[in-house]
């Protein structure tokens, strides 16, 4: 039985296939061979001649093995981690003997380059079955945790925003309970990852990035073109734009791709998308964009330190490895603000969140809610949890809600019956036992308080820039960083009179390092503002090092 066509296996005319042949060698196959096994740290592009492949999930504590997929000739194997580097979570077997093309990963590489074509159906392709695996393979990583941790929501975060195949256990289920038990794993070991017999206790996502392929394992001292810091919108444009046009570039981030686009919800002013989307999907796209024009992205991987006094600029990550660039780009983004009031940190991930995605929804789904913020994010996210059945109080400092929030979002919420809006008002404190259970509301114009039963408090009150690491680079007072026109020229000494030059558009005090994004003084804190930042400091780039598109 043949896997039958579909999107995610598409029918190849003569003409593709024999293209496809070129870019790889054929090789000769017998029952029971192994193409590529669970836990392979990279793998080849597979074309069959002749034969059948069966494409297997293999068996956890708690399921037994399962065939996923079943290949005949003229079928292809691969996974989005073809791109993406993460290690094989399925395994191939050879079932009827036969012949086989297999295209190595540089090849793959030229394929995506050079053959507009073959690299739209395959990525097409590639896409397609891991949203398949998300439910067929998503054994091959098991994640047990409490919905009550903040430790287990980074995981599970980390976990969706990279769209891995994994299946998530509450340690309170029975399921979960069952699967501990068989691990041999304690309830303090919390949060776990199970991947085949190997047990991930404490789990971080720095963690399971590093067993899975996903953390960078370059030899220190690497040179490379272009380096961008921080993969939210405007770092995700850097790299599309700075590997697309032929730039050797390594997109780092400390947590996970998306920034704090990726905590929203609904993107509805985002140009090409009149019905929206949300911004996991967005920033998602644009990552499997990079990596498909061969811009490698590791996360979470944290830089601590930025040495511009070398020929080239190092950048030095957590572990100590350094990183050599003719460029980067900073596009760190900002931090989240948290209200300071006591016991905050205590329901960090136990009811306060920073995001309103679908895994802090399900935890809240159908309770009283509260978000505070008066911009876009705060008003995308009440409409978001309202709509999956949340009584939401959007809770807004100032008196107008209409001072920072698009009209569209002011009129919708004005509307929905489940949206309360207090203006004028200040959560001023929370309270509960493991996890929040009640606020209080203090009106700032009467100075009336009262306290309200909520499940969920989220915050989108702002941020600050995330520049504390680097030194040497001129800023604002707020620690945003300042760049061209902005920049004084007195402050600049003789650095760019030595290169006989100003500042280039995005670039900041130290020649070759530009910023885009939130990070940057005066910018929009748009996503579309971002994405255009991106693209134009990568413009600038070029002009500096002197390589042109």
Avoid at 183 to 193: I, N, Q, R, T
Wanted: proline residues 5%; glycine residues 10%; contains cysteine.
């Amino acid at each position: 039985m043949t896997t039958e066509p579909s999107a995610s296996n598409p029918v190849l005319t003569e003409e593709q296939l024999s293209r496809l042949r070129s870019f790889g060698r054929a090789v000769a196959v017998e029952v029971g061979d192994t193409l590529f096994r669970v836990g392979d740290r990279s793998y080849d592009l597979v074309l069959i001649d002749s034969g059948t492949i069966d494409i297997v999930r293999e068996a956890t504590r708690d399921s037994p093995e399962l065939i996923v997929a079943q290949h005949g000739p003229g079928r292809f194997l691969g996974e989005l981690n073809l791109l993406t580097g993460q290690t094989v979570f399925l395994t191939a077997r050879v079932t009827s003997a036969g012949v086989m093309h297999r295209i190595s990963p540089d090849s793959f590489r030229r394929i995506m380059s050079e053959d507009p074509e073959l690299s739209s159906i395959l990525l097409r392709s590639l896409q397609a079955r891991r949203t398949l695996l998300q439910g067929t393979a998503s054994r091959s990583i098991e994640i047990i945790g409490s919905p009550l941790s903040s430790a287990s929501l980074a995981l599970r975060t980390y976990a969706a925003r990279l769209e891995l195949a994994h299946h998530w256990f509450d340690a309170d289920g029975a399921a979960g309970i069952a699967l501990m038990q068989s691990a041999g794993v304690e309830a303090s070991e919390l949060p776990v990852v199970l991947l085949g017999s190997d047990v991930l206790t404490r789990a971080t996502p720095g963690h399971l990035a590093e067993r899975i392929g996903l953390s960078y394992a370059r030899p220190s001292g690497e040179q490379v073109d272009l380096t961008v810091i921080g993969a939210g919108p405007a770092g995700l444009a850097a790299a599309v734009y700075g590997a697309s046009e032929g730039l050797d570039t390594v997109l780092l981030d400390a947590t996970g791709p998306g920034g704090q686009a990726a905590a929203s919800s609904r993107i509805e002013n985002y140009l090409g998308f009149p019905n929206g989307l949300s911004g996991s999907e967005l920033t998602g796209l644009a990552s499997v964009q990079a990596l498909k024009f061969g811009a490698r992205i590791y996360s979470p991987c944290t830089v601590t330190t930025l040495d511009s006094r070398c020929e080239r600029l190092r950048v030095v990550l957590e572990d100590g490895t350094e990183i050599h660039s003719r460029a980067v780009v900073i596009a760190t983004g900002a931090r989240y603000r948290a209200l300071p009031l006591p016991r905050w940190s205590d329901f960090e991930g136990a009811g306060i969140y920073y995001a309103a995605t679908e895994i802090e929804a399900r935890a809240v789904a159908g309770q009283p809610v509260t978000v505070v913020g008066g911009a876009n994010s705060a008003g995308q996210a009440t409409l978001f949890l309202a709509e999956r059945g949340s009584p939401v109080c959007l809770v807004i400092r100032g008196a107008d809600i209409r001072a920072e929030m698009s009209s569209y979002l002011v009129d919708r919420l004005l509307a929905d019956p489940r949206v309360t809006v207090h203006t004028r008002t200040e959560v001023t404190a929370i309270d509960g036992g493991d996890s929040l259970e009640s606020i209080t509301l203090t009106n700032r114009a009467t100075g009336v308080s009262s306290a309200l039963p909520n499940t969920g408090l989220f915050c989108f009150i702002g941020a600050t820039p995330a520049t504390e690491w680097l030194t040497g680079v001129e800023s604002d007072e707020n620690g945003f960083l300042l760049t061209d026109t902005r920049l004084d020229a007195a402050a600049l000494g003789d650095t760019f009179a030595s290169l006989g030059r100003a500042p280039l558009p995005f670039e900041t005090s130290v020649p070759g390092l530009f910023a885009a994004g939130d990070v940057r003084h005066g910018s929009m804190k748009r996503v579309a503002a971002a994405v255009g930042e991106g693209a134009s400091a990568v413009a600038s780039v070029h002009r500096a090092i002197g390589v042109h598109p």
